[in-house]
Structure formats: C-alpha cells, structure tokens
Nanobody
Framework: QVQLVESGGGLVQPGGSLRLSCAASGRIFRINAMGWYRQAPGKQRELVATISSGGSTNYADSVKGRFTISRDNSENTAYLQMNSLKFEDTAVYYC??????????????WGQGTQVTVSS
C-alpha cells in the first residue's frame, strides 16, 4: 500500500501565500504523475496542477501564474506553492499520485486532504 500525507494548509488573507506538501510512502517502485486537486463546498473536485515524473507541468487556468507545482523525486514529495491567494481558492486540497509498486502495477492514490481558507 501507498500513503500520501498532505501538510501546509491553513488560514491566510487574500494576497497571501501558502506552500502545500505531499509526502508519499509505502510500497513504491516509482511515482509517475503527481497532482493537486481541490474541492470547495458544494462543488465537484477539480484539477489544480499536475507534474509528470520528468517535471512537465499542467495548471488549471484559474491558478496559472499564481501557483507552482514541483516535486522532489528523491523524497517522493510534491509541493504546491500558492501565491496571490484569492477568496475563491478556499477549498480542501488533495494530493494525488500514480504509483507503480514492486509488482509493476500502477494505481492512483489520494491523500486525506488539507484545508486552505482564504479570508480577511
């Protein structure tokens, strides 16, 4: 099994910054893509950003230029640097990883989520 643990959420004022971390552990042979998703109250979960094992990134239009996804393959960790936060960024943020285990099967895993609240 694989566990994803997120950290770094919290309360921040509009215009502020937060950095989320997602640490993967367990039966990992290789982590393929990693990503961040979010779900606001009453809304569906949506993609925020993804990063491939080679470092290629993809962002939702709503966060382009404000958020940056990165990863440290040696630590099996992904990060989401969030700058210029807006009220509408308030949501539970979830980490996702596609992981190949030692049987060479790939599966998707999710973290438990971390709350980000943007409020004045």
């Amino acid at each position: 099994q694989v566990q994803l643990v997120e950290s770094g959420g919290g309360l921040v004022q509009p215009g502020g910054s937060l950095r989320l971390s997602c640490a993967a552990s367990g039966r990992i042979f290789r982590i393929n893509a990693m990503g961040w998703y979010r779900q606001a109250p009453g809304k569906q979960r949506e993609l925020v950003a993804t990063i491939s094992s080679g470092g290629s990134t993809n962002y939702a239009d709503s966060v382009k230029g404000r958020f940056t996804i990165s990863r440290d393959n040696s630590e099996n960790t992904a990060y989401l640097q969030m700058n210029s936060l807006k009220f509408e960024d308030t949501a539970v943020y979830y980490c996702n990883a596609n992981v190949r285990d030692w049987t060479f099967l790939s599966s998707d895993y999710w973290g438990q989520g971390t709350q980000v609240t943007v409020s004045s």
